[in-house]
T-cell receptor, first 116, second 116 residues
């Protein structure tokens, strides 16, 4: 089946640093990439939707300047958490879609971000 | 906007027994997709089963089957012959079929425990 590779799987960094998370679609063209955030024992919360070559659409309450999303190619999307603080610690998951409504989304394995 | 509700935060089942997880949704659309995802402790999102709203026949995947009641906007998941490896969070999700690349709307999740 289709695979989305997400890296890193776990990152620990100091407060104030920026962290980049990459998601690559390995065997399909991800026209659309979705970025989710998940707190412990909670559901996935959509942060933003990005279409290749376009600016991302952010959900209400998500800071665009804090969570920078780039989707420059059909196989790569990145999420950069800028000037990260402890409250940004969470589990971040990406998922890619091939652009047809009858195609399922393919999820990355997630990134556990811990800000000290 | 669509909403998805899972009314059972936790469920438990004896190994080899059958369990049903509930899901209801609200939408004004007639064409859409419904999914059940499994998230084990590793936090990977694993697609369990999918149902197209235009199909009357309930989807089945080995030990997993759904009871799709379109008029009642209900989409329950039945797990037969439960195994220890079925223990996980289960999320019900909705996706519109109207536009390509549409987002998934998730329910709050049900934690399934399997007793040996």
């Amino acid at each position: 089946g289709a695979v989305v590779s997400q890296h890193p799987s776990w990152v620990i960094c100091k407060s104030g640093t920026s962290v980049k998370i990459e998601c690559r679609s390995l065997d399909f063209q991800a026209t659309t990439m979705f970025w989710y955030r998940q707190f412990p024992k909670q559901s996935l919360m959509l942060m933003a939707t990005s279409n290749e070559g376009s600016k991302a659409t952010y959900e209400q309450g998500v800071e665009k300047d804090k969570f920078l999303i780039n989707h420059a190619s059909l196989t790569l999307s990145t999420l950069t958490v800028t000037s990260a603080h402890p409250e940004d610690s969470s589990f971040y998951i990406c998922s890619g879609s091939g652009g047809y409504s009858n195609q399922p989304q393919h999820f990355g394995d997630g990134t556990r971000l811990s800000i000290l | 906007a669509q909403t998805v509700t899972q009314s059972q935060p936790e469920m438990s089942v004896q190994e080899a027994e059958t369990v049903t997880l509930s899901c209801t949704y609200d939408t004004s659309e007639s064409d859409y997709y419904l999914f059940w995802y499994k998230q084990p402790p590793s936090r990977q999102m694993i697609l369990v089963i999918r149902q197209e709203a235009y199909k009357q026949q309930n989807a089945t995947e080995n030990r997993f089957s759904v009871n799709f009641q379109k008029a009642a906007k209900s989409f329950s998941l039945k797990i037969s012959d439960s195994q220890l490896g079925d223990a996980a969070m289960y999320f019900c999700a909705y996706r519109s079929a109207n536009n390509a690349g549409n987002m998934l709307t998730f329910g709050g999740g049900t934690r399934l425990m399997v007793k040996p």
